[in-house]
């Protein structure tokens, strides 16, 4: 069974951090003061203090700004990016001169503020002096995580200074802690090293990440020609967009390491344009809230209790995005012990949904939270229009029915379909009939499929580099949660009064009198006595194809070959078989109440590599009460099957 129910307390709140990198860091908030006339929050990571300075209102997306180092030295652009909906941040990680440990807290710092307070994925980074062995130490390691980089009077290698092992000044003292840091045993390993910034740029170079350098000419402390002109030199050969400002006017300061910032708004409209890029969709634009969840909040914030469930594919099965919703819910509700079920299975949309709901989410008790995925299932699996709307409602029913109060939450996932269908100016068909439904039944939807197309054609991010896959990769799956987490921010931003109670939705007139609203499945193990089938307690495959969880060593009614037979007689008005279609996956013929005969092919597109979970409909719209249903395998084939095996791992009825 993929129904994985974690009782958050403090071992399930261990398991999400081991889930989901975004949990495991510990951040501790110390106070907050006025920096400029703007909020400062100061915290501490790691024994490290880290400031957080916010502009009074943010950009949509949260475009930031992380300085290394200095943090206090030539603001005036910090001041005009705060004034424009910029964060800026900063984390002192002093003497440790960009080492991979400096590294390793930079990641840390970054995935709290991307995972879990919504900043956007692809910040700024300032690099004063010595801060430019922070910043391209970073960036070569996440290049695809940069917006774009400033640096003023920047360290590119660490021979120079503070080595000294040029025409640089150098720093003895700090040549001494940087080796030791790195843990260089003598100057020679030090000089070996190939690391520094102006090393192993191709990534960046190839990910167009843009640079700008404000330097003196005559700085005797980092002398340019070994750091800045070397690197922007490099970088330029290898395709990268770069730009050298000389800051020639006013006092030289420090033999020339100190100057002034010529044009701050220079600096500020360089970070503007590439870090702000295309940020300039809401999230609010994509979701539709509808009735709300206030009968949930009512029941986190006063019960301290809470059933949460998640049904849907594998989109909903991985890690991500629900890890980041479950945390969200704890954090916003801290007091409410929360009961989580993972119902998501690889492959299955609305109609094995609403079949397969009772076992895997209700027979837990009713819910109070319900989110539902099925876009990408329905549509890639074929299932008709009909199809897909009835098994949204027979869900949608069948949870209002065990619990008359639980909010029901509606996703549309993306895929490459989508994103072409929008972009001819059309809607996905699928995602029109979903949201019938959720109109219908006044449930908050949001759409991702839309969502993900427009900020795609608003430049904010690509398919190829970014999202990569209708299984998201992280960063995909950060896009996900940071909507979600938006929706769920405005259900819930209500103030409850103390005589608030439940109010059980209406259940309306079906939309479709077929609706799956009574599904229910049926062990095979009732028919373990047919004869020309075998019932096989623990059925696995012996071809070495891939199987799916509850669908390998678990029960299985198998044919003996063509020729089979096997009669059932249920009550209901729709009935249908749930098989493992893999590489030998037969055709059956099928009557119901003595009809026509009709046939049905089992193996799938998918079928040659996977025995694959799938639902099949045999026969719906049936009047209500007792019938039976007739099948047996046919001795034709599909021709790229490699036989005629029919697996029943369950039959389903909907009553």
């Known amino acids: 069974m993929n129904n994985i129910i974690k009782k958050v307390g403090i071992c399930g709140i261990f398991l999400l951090f081991l889930q989901w990198p975004s949990f495991a860091q510990q951040v501790i908030p110390k106070d907050t003061v006025n920096w400029n006339g703007f909020e400062r929050v100061n915290l501490e990571l790691d024994g490290r203090s880290v400031r957080i300075i916010s502009p009074e209102s943010s950009l949509e997306g949260k475009p930031w700004l992380w300085r290394a180092r200095f943090p206090d030295w030539h603001i005036e652009q910090d001041l005009l990016l705060l004034k424009e909906g910029f964060h800026i941040v900063y984390i002192d990680t002093d003497n440790l001169y960009g080492s991979p440990q400096a590294v390793e807290i930079w990641d840390k710092l970054y995935q709290w503020l991307v995972n879990k307070k919504g900043f956007n994925p692809k910040p700024a980074l300032s690099g004063v002096s010595r801060g430019g062995l922070f910043v391209y130490n970073w960036a070569k390691k996440n290049p695809d995580k940069v917006a774009c980089i400033y640096a003023e009077a920047p360290v590119c290698d660490f021979k120079s200074w503070p080595g000294g092992q040029g025409k640089g000044k150098g720093s003895e003292a700090d040549w001494e802690r940087l080796k030791s840091i790195y843990g260089f045993t003598d100057d020679q390993a030090a000089q070996d090293y190939n690391d520094n910034p102006i090393d192993g740029l191709e990534e960046l170079a190839e990910n167009k990440v843009p640079i700008l350098h404000m330097i003196g000419l005559n700085d005797q402390v980092v002398p340019p020609e070994e750091n800045t002109f070397v690197l922007v030199d490099r970088y330029t050969k290898l395709g ?3 730009t050298v400002v000389p800051c020639t006017e006013g006092e030289q300061d420090l033999y020339g390491h100190h100057f002034p910032i010529e044009s701050p708004r220079l600096v500020a409209d360089f970070v503007k ?3 702000a890029k295309g940020l300039r969709l809401s999230s609010s634009d994509f979701y539709d809230l509808r009735k709300g969840l206030k009968n949930s909040q009512i029941k986190f914030e006063k019960s301290k209790k809470g059933r949460v469930a998640f049904l849907g594919g ?5 890690h991500g995005w629900r890890d980041s919703v479950m945390n969200y819910l ?4 801290p007091e409410t012990d929360f009961e989580f079920i993972a119902a998501g299975i690889p492959s299955m949309g609305t109609v094995p949904g609403a079949f397969r709901l009772e076992r895997d989410v209700l027979s837990k008790g009713p819910v109070d939270l319900l989110f539902e995925e099925a876009a990408v299932n329905d549509e890639s699996n074929g299932r008709s229009n009909s199809e897909q709307i009835r098994g949204m409602e027979g869900i949608v029913r069948h949870v209002r029915k065990a619990n ?7 996703f549309h996932f993306v895929d490459p379909d989508k994103i072409e269908t929008y972009n001819k100016g059309g809607v996905p068909e699928v995602i029109k009939n979903h949201e019938s439904v959720a109109e219908h039944y006044d449930l908050p939807s949001l759409n991702l499929a839309k969502e993900v197309t427009m900020r795609i054609a608003n430049e904010e991010f690509t398919w190829e580099d970014d999202f990569k896959n209708l299984h998201p990769s992280p960063f995909g799956q950060q896009v996900y949660a940071q909507s979600m987490i938006h929706m769920l921010d405005a259900a819930y931003s209500g103030h409850l009064d103390p005589d608030d109670k439940f109010e059980a939705y ?3 007139e079906k939309l479709d009198e077929g609706a799956f609203d009574h599904g229910e499945l049926l062990e095979v193990e009732i028919f373990k006595g047919v004869k020309t089938w075998n019932f096989n307690p623990s059925w696995e495959p012996s071809d070495g194809k891939g199987t799916r969880a509850n669908y390998v060593k678990a029960p299985m009614l198998q044919n003996e070959g063509p020729g089979s037979k096997l009669k059932i007689n249920f009550e209901g008005n729709a009935v249908g078989i749930a098989v493992a279609a893999g590489p030998d996956a037969g055709i059956i013929s099928y ?4 009809g026509e005969w009709q046939s049905q ?4 597109r998918w079928s040659s590599n996977l025995h694959l979970p799938w639902y099949y409909v045999l026969g719906a719209d049936l009047e209500e009460g007792k019938h039976k249903l007739e099948l047996k395998v046919l001795e034709e084939k599909n021709p790229n099957s490699t036989g005629n095996a029919v697996r029943i791992r369950y039959f389903f009825i909907n009553k």
Request: charged share 20%; no cysteine.
């Open 240 to 242: 990268g967009p770069a």
């Open 273 to 275: 344009y590439y870090a």
């Open 314 to 318: 594998s989109i909903t099965y991985n």
């Open 330 to 333: 704890q954090e916003r509700f």
């Open 404 to 410: 008359p109060s639980a909010d029901i939450v509606l």
């Open 506 to 508: 209406p259940l309306p």
């Open 591 to 594: 009557r119901i109440d003595g």
């Open 601 to 604: 092919d089992l193996f799938t």
